[in-house]
């Protein structure tokens, strides 16, 4: 599965992005004005737990919510490395895990769900839009990010 064109073409223009709030305090009301809303949970969601650090925001939250943030995350950036002129191999890694991250987040959404990916498409181009407008013009750690990542995928393979 490449990269979905809905994620692609929601997440072209990012050129800064931010840290990671999953309920995003204080911004919450201003994203809802401007129609950026969360895609809901399910009580059939596999949910987070014990995610330690600067993921424990987390905490209870489907997992298939954060592989979708880890592949806007990824996407932003990707932006901000074209941006400074960073090798194309660098942008090109980012472009992987976009892609990758987008794979596994809507497998896990399909398979909690047990919906097609077409039928899961909506959902998780509201919650890649939340995100995308979430990310703009923000800066964060890539580092701790990314290791929010690493961490959300291991415990999808793990099965919790």
Same mark, same amino acid.
Request: positive net charge; contains cysteine; aromatic residues 8%.
């Given at each position: 599965?490449?990269?979905?064109?809905?994620?692609?073409?929601? *997440? +072209? /223009? %990012?050129?800064?992005? !931010? =840290?990671?709030?999953?309920?995003? @305090?204080?911004?919450?009301?201003?994203?809802?004005?401007?129609?950026?809303?969360?895609?809901?949970?399910?009580?059939?969601?596999?949910? *987070? +737990? /014990? %995610?330690?650090?600067? !993921? =424990?925001?987390?905490?209870?939250? @489907?997992?298939?919510?954060?592989?979708?943030?880890?592949?806007?995350?990824?996407?932003?950036?990707?932006?901000?490395?074209?941006?400074?002129?960073?090798?194309?191999?660098?942008? !090109?890694?980012?472009?992987?895990?976009?892609?990758?991250?987008?794979?596994?987040?809507?497998?896990?959404?399909?398979?909690?769900?047990?919906?097609?990916?077409?039928?899961?498409?909506?959902?998780?181009?509201?919650?890649? !839009?939340?995100?995308?407008?979430?990310?703009?013009?923000?800066?964060?750690?890539?580092?701790?990010?990314?290791?929010?990542?690493?961490?959300?995928?291991?415990?999808?393979?793990?099965?919790?």
């Amino acid at each position: 599965m490449g990269i979905p064109a809905l994620v692609l073409a929601a *997440l +072209v /223009g %990012l050129s800064t992005p !931010a =840290a990671a709030e999953p309920d995003n @305090p204080g911004g919450t009301a201003r994203m809802a004005a401007e129609g950026y809303v969360r895609t809901p949970g399910s009580p059939t969601d596999r949910r *987070l +737990v /014990g %995610l330690t650090r600067g !993921a =424990a925001g987390w905490n209870g939250d @489907p997992i298939w919510k954060l592989l979708i943030y880890c592949s806007v995350m990824h996407t932003a950036r990707r932006n901000l490395l074209q941006a400074s002129g960073s090798p194309d191999q660098l942008v !090109a890694e980012q472009d992987r895990l976009v892609a990758h991250y987008s794979d596994l987040g809507t497998a896990r959404f399909t398979a909690d769900r047990r919906v097609t990916d077409e039928a899961a498409t909506g959902a998780i181009a509201a919650e890649t !839009a939340y995100w995308t407008f979430f990310f703009a013009g923000r800066s964060f750690s890539y580092a701790t990010e990314s290791r929010t990542c690493r961490e959300a995928e291991a415990r999808d393979r793990r099965g919790r």
